[in-house]
Every structure is written in structure tokens, then in C-alpha cells.
């Protein structure tokens, strides 16, 4: 099987042969259309719930932006590794000038932007059910849609972390909980220190700093309501996120070094 590689930039060219590979996949056009139809749904809705319009389609639409964005990377970037690894692909990859580094950077890469296409295709119908329905925007709203690709960055990476090691089943199951986890960790750490022994309140402490703390993403509260940000809000969160995401794929890069790719 033919895989051209540039020797110069072989993690973009692996991102590009991965975006395509994607576009291919009929979930990707099931999921936008579950998405676009919850989105118009809200609009059809909203005038049901007397006073409160505005902040239903708001809260959908992020809501829809946000979920189906995780579920996406999910649904597509589990048995890639191990689809790859079976076809007889991923070997021969690795045997031209490419690095695994490379590799793991190019799927995270091709993954990531894959989700970013079709959010952007929300994000887009999101506000033109905004515009139609005379919904006022605020900066929030636009501030809640840049973390939420964000947030999909870091699941991509954690994503990528469990499928160098584990099968597609293992790894879709470990980032749903990390996802799970991750928007609940202060809740579950207050829980601990409040009523749990101290062993609970050690394990989840431990969680509580290794798992991704995706509630720092969520600004659908404030875009609904117009609250303001905190000062350097998305600056401290942007910089987490970033590195989480760094940190995941170094992760990623060391465990699949020591993998046995042979089909």
C-alpha cells in the first residue's frame, strides 16, 4: 500500500492522510446531523418556555458544540491504532523516514482538526439559529465556543495516550470516564475531603490532578446568563489546556516507542 511521506514534515503529512481518512467515515456526517437537528430543535422549542428563549438556545447549541465534539474524537480516534496496526499500514509507515513521534503528532493532528471541520459546521449553523431567532450574542459566547475546541484538543491527546496501549474498546471506555472524571473532579475531591476516609480522599486527590479538569472548559453558565469572565480566565486556561495537551502526547510518545507495531 502506497503511503507517501514528506521526510521534511512527516507528522503534517500523516495529519493530512489521517483528515482524509476520516472525511471518509459516515460518522462523521451522522454526528453533524444529530447535532444540526438538536440545534434547529432548540429553535422550534424555545418559544415553549415563555421567558426563558434565549437562554435555551444558547445552552443547546454550546451544549451540542461541546458534547458531540468529544463524542466525535471518541467515535473516530479509537481503533485507529489498532485498524492501522491490523491493515498492514502502520508498519509500513513506520519503516519509511518517519519517526513515532511523528506518527503519534500526525494522528493527534489529523484527529483534532478533523473534529475542529465539523464543529466549525455547528458553530455555524449554532449562530445562524441565533440570528434567525433574534437571539443576542454576547463575548461569552464566542469565548465558550474557542474552549470547547479547546477541550477537544485534550481529549484527543488523552484519547491518543490510551489507544498506544490499549484496544479500541478499552480505550473508547478509559477517555469517556477520563471525560466523565474530568467534569467532576472538584465535586468528587469536595465529596472526599467532606465525608470520605482518607484513603478516598487520596485516591481522588490523585485523580484530581492527573485527570484533565475539563470543567475549566465549560463557560456555558456565563454565556447564558452574560456573566463576566474572571480577569485572565481563558489566557490561565488556555495555557492549561495547552500544556495537558503537550503533556498527553509526550505520554503517548514514550509508551508507543516501546510498542510492537508488527501486523
Request: proline fraction near 3%; hydrophobic fraction near 55%.
Amino acid at each position: 500500500m502506497r503511503n507517501p511521506v514528506n521526510a521534511n514534515a512527516p507528522a503534517i503529512t500523516i495529519a493530512r492522510y489521517t483528515l482524509k481518512g476520516y472525511i471518509k467515515e459516515r460518522v462523521l456526517l451522522v454526528v453533524l446531523v444529530f447535532a444540526l437537528l438538536l440545534m434547529v430543535s432548540s429553535y422550534v422549542l424555545a418559544p415553549l418556555a415563555v421567558g426563558a428563549q434565549r437562554k435555551i438556545i444558547v445552552d443547546i447549541g454550546l451544549a451540542s458544540i461541546s458534547v458531540f465534539g468529544v463524542l466525535l474524537v471518541v467515535l473516530i480516534a479509537a481503533g485507529s491504532y489498532s485498524r492501522e496496526r491490523e491493515k498492514g499500514i502502520l508498519p509500513n509507515i513506520l519503516s519509511k523516514p518517519v519517526s513515532r513521534v511523528d506518527f503519534v503528532l500526525g494522528k493527534f493532528l489529523g484527529t483534532w482538526v478533523t473534529v475542529l471541520l465539523v464543529m466549525a459546521c455547528m458553530t455555524v449553523v449554532y449562530f445562524s439559529v441565533m440570528l434567525v431567532s433574534r437571539t443576542s450574542f454576547n463575548g461569552v459566547i464566542f469565548v465558550a465556543v474557542f474552549l470547547s475546541a479547546l477541550e477537544v484538543a485534550v481529549v484527543t491527546a488523552v484519547m491518543t495516550f490510551f489507544s498506544t496501549f490499549t484496544s479500541p474498546l478499552l480505550s473508547a471506555l478509559f477517555t469517556l470516564c477520563a471525560v466523565v472524571s474530568g467534569h467532576l473532579s472538584a465535586d468528587l475531591l469536595e465529596f472526599a475531603a467532606r465525608f470520605g476516609g482518607a484513603g478516598f480522599h487520596a485516591m481522588t486527590s490523585v485523580a484530581y490532578y492527573v485527570l484533565p479538569n475539563l470543567a475549566l472548559f465549560n463557560v456555558r453558565s456565563e454565556a447564558v446568563h452574560g456573566l463576566p469572565l474572571m480577569n485572565q480566565y481563558v489566557l490561565s486556561v488556555t495555557v492549561y489546556g495547552v500544556f495537558y495537551t503537550l503533556f498527553a502526547l509526550l505520554a503517548s510518545a514514550l509508551i508507543f516507542r516501546r510498542r510492537d507495531v508488527s501486523a
